[in-house]
């Protein structure tokens, strides 16, 4: 197969690696679009089907965040050896060893994660690089790879554990201010930037996030634990009261463009006929 097409020969490269899914394949792609954005960049890694945005999910632009990645919990009270279908994507990826290793770490998701473009591109390198040790070929086993890689400090080789900070679980800091990934931000499901349901809205039936009074009564819109809106909402779909305000929101929109589209279409036929 082909992956890549090189302009100076004008020929598509052979990639000679086995078959991969779409959901390990499209690290290859980000990685080769993280090589055209500027070293002062911040890059967003995200899922699409189950993902919505709420704000911009992006610190403020005077923070600097070239060497540094923020990952996000699906679920702050949970570990992964609670957790059957993490256990097997790991256990398969990464072997046995692996996952006693790092059995008793919070789930990180592989869905989403955001970053300065040196930090990412480092990250994109690591991910494809664990494929390609492994060659694991079942559905979710980057969700394997992206836990072993941080939670391992395959991105931070000697690196030191920060004390928890303001929205931030805790941070690892690499000891070498070389290193590319110099640090990683851990944030708690319900914190940061992206609020990861899944997990949580499962464990918690039959109460809904507005009863816990995680949703905004005037605008439907998701909150954090700290009251603030969540900028991005992910697995949304697995919450079914959230996902039915969405559809809702949709049907809406939809609605909306088509009565517009139908007033200028309207107008256009009455210009048409004024005219002849």
Known sequence: PFLFYKKVTEKYVPDPRIYRDVAQLRFEFYWAWSLFYSERSRIFLSDARDVHFQRN??????????????VFFEDSGRN?????????????SRGIDVFRSIKKKKIICSGTTLGGKIAMESYLRGMIQSFDETRCLKIGCDQGHHNYLIHTGRLQWNATETIPTTGISYSTIARNRTTRVQRIDYFAQGEGAVNTLSIFCNDRKPATLRSMGLVDNRTDEVLNFDGSVSPVIHQFDRCLEINGILKQKEADLWSDWKNKTKDVLVGIQTSNLSSS
């Open 57 to 70: 999910p992006f610190p403020p632009a005077d923070v600097n965040m070239e060497r540094t990645m923020q």
């Open 80 to 92: 992964i050896q609670h957790q059957l279908v993490n256990v097997g994507w790991i256990k398969i």
